[in-house]
């Protein structure tokens, strides 16, 4: 018997594969990027604008890489490698891993901070930051504390790699069916407070209302980019999760559950940001500081306010971990197949490297002074990481993901495996003009605009 270590492993049910795709997809994306993003891109305007690209190009792209993921049953190189041998494309699974390690390396800082915040609110300092001043002197005093973030990006790197260390169904899959409805729980609860605030009728008029003369080119590629990076598309981590998922479940069925389920998430998390920033007569358009600056000046004014502000940063640290975990995966999934790594190496390796690689990004935003002046190119290193990884290698990724489904492997074997535990697709017509000219030339699109313009999602 091959021990749990060595084994790739599969997941265990459709509802275990759909909670951590859905983890996976849910994230920080969702519940901070999302509506600062839309707060500042006019509100209903760019929900509706990103509702659109999500049907027309997240979901398209995303079953093109659960598809690579399941023919192949690799990770991102060696699914390439199987399925164009002898050819360059192994090396966009290569981007892809490459980009999963980076995106991690910035974002497992920001989760931290999720963490400082939820053991503020639970020792009640939360009730101390009921001023624009004081939250951000907290903020500031937060981030700029290099053993504090050091601190708090290490401890979310170990919960992290002791989730995926513990394999595909003993850990990634046991972790997102609790952690998942656990999610979802605080989401809808903490939704449904917020709504129901005296003047949250504002915050849903900013979030639902849309005016055409908002939609502007900035918005609509802001939108494409939210989507991207929203649904995890172009990193890899798809391609992983799909490798996982056996040939008898209906890919298609679950693919479009991952990403209604993501969609859903980040409306909610709308209904309970905007309604409750009205109500306490705050401004949607804060920027990246409309969680962790706003809304502590929120919480100090709602009834119960530390017990909401203990869900919602509870909810936050929950979205993170299980983007984190997938991020992780990517890079150990490639360790296990193509170096034949066990994955207790391959987990506590990449999570160190991580580590290293995520310090000057915690520490930037202290203004070490190695990075004082604004950092290299005049950005701090977390930004200037969240811009090559976030923005750049995830377009790439994702532009090339299409060319490789839509012209180099084929349409015609995509929906062959797709239909594989799903019977007849109505919609593969459809799907594989979306794949083959739309999908690349979107994402060719929003790539070329933040190269023109240095305008990034």
């Not at 500042?40 to 979901?59: D, T």
């Not at 009730?127 to 973030?149: K, M, N």
């Not at 609860?189 to 900013?206: D, I, K, N, Q």
């Amino acid at each position: 018997m091959i021990p749990e270590d060595l084994r790739r492993g599969n997941f265990g049910s459709k509802v275990g594969f759909i909670l951590a795709a859905a983890g996976s997809a849910i994230g920080l994306g969702n519940i901070w990027r999302f509506p600062y993003t839309a707060g500042e891109s006019g509100g209903g305007a760019f929900v509706l604008v990103y509702l659109l690209w999500v049907v027309l190009l997240g979901v398209p792209v995303l079953l093109a890489e659960l598809a690579i993921g399941r023919a192949s049953q690799r990770n991102p190189v060696g699914a390439f490698r199987a399925l164009a041998p002898g050819s360059w494309w192994p090396a966009v699974g290569g981007l892809g891993v490459l980009t999963g390690f980076g995106i991690l390396a910035f974002y497992s800082v920001v989760a931290g901070w999720t963490l400082g915040y939820l053991a503020k609110s639970i020792s009640g300092g939360i009730r101390e930051l009921g001023t624009p001043e004081a939250s951000r002197a907290a903020f500031g005093q937060l981030i700029g504390d290099p053993l504090s973030a050091l601190f708090l990006t290490f401890l979310f790197l170990l919960l992290t790699v002791l989730v995926v260390r513990g394999g595909v169904q003993g850990g990634i899959e046991r972790a997102s069916k609790f952690l998942m409805p656990l999610f979802f729980l605080l989401l809808v609860v903490l939704a449904v407070r917020a709504v129901t605030l005296p003047g949250a009728s504002e915050g849903l008029r900013f979030l639902f209302h849309f005016e055409w003369e908002k939609i502007t080119p900035r918005v609509a590629m802001t939108a494409l980019g939210q989507a991207l990076f929203s649904l995890s598309l172009g990193m890899g981590a798809m391609i992983t999760y799909g490798s996982y998922l056996p040939r008898s479940e209906n890919l298609p069925f679950s693919g479009a559950s991952v990403a209604f389920f993501d969609t859903l998430i980040a409306l909610l998390a709308g209904l309970i940001i905007f309604p409750a920033v009205f109500a306490t007569g705050g401004k949607p358009d804060a920027g990246p500081g409309l969680v962790f600056v706003v809304m502590p000046t929120v919480f100090d004014k709602l009834p119960l306010g530390v017990l909401f502000a203990v869900a919602f940063y509870a909810l936050l640290a929950i979205a993170a971990l299980t983007s984190t975990i997938s991020l992780l995966e990517v890079i150990v999934a490639y360790l296990v197949d193509e170096r034949g790594w066990d994955r207790s190496r391959a987990s506590f390796s990449v999570g160190g490297a991580c580590f290293v690689v995520a310090v000057p990004s915690a520490l930037s935003q202290g203004g070490a002074a190695w990075l004082s002046e604004g950092g290299l190119f005049g950005l701090d290193f977390l930004t200037l990481q969240s811009i090559l990884f976030g923005n750049y290698a995830l377009s790439i990724g994702a532009l090339l993901i299409c060319l490789f489904v839509g012209w180099r492997w084929g349409t015609a074997p995509a929906v062959e495996e797709m239909r594989r535990g799903a019977g007849e697709l109505r919609t593969a017509a459809l799907w594989s003009f979306l794949v083959r000219y739309f999908c690349p030339l979107a994402v060719a699109a929003v790539l070329a605009f933040i190269v023109v313009t240095r305008q990034y999602f």
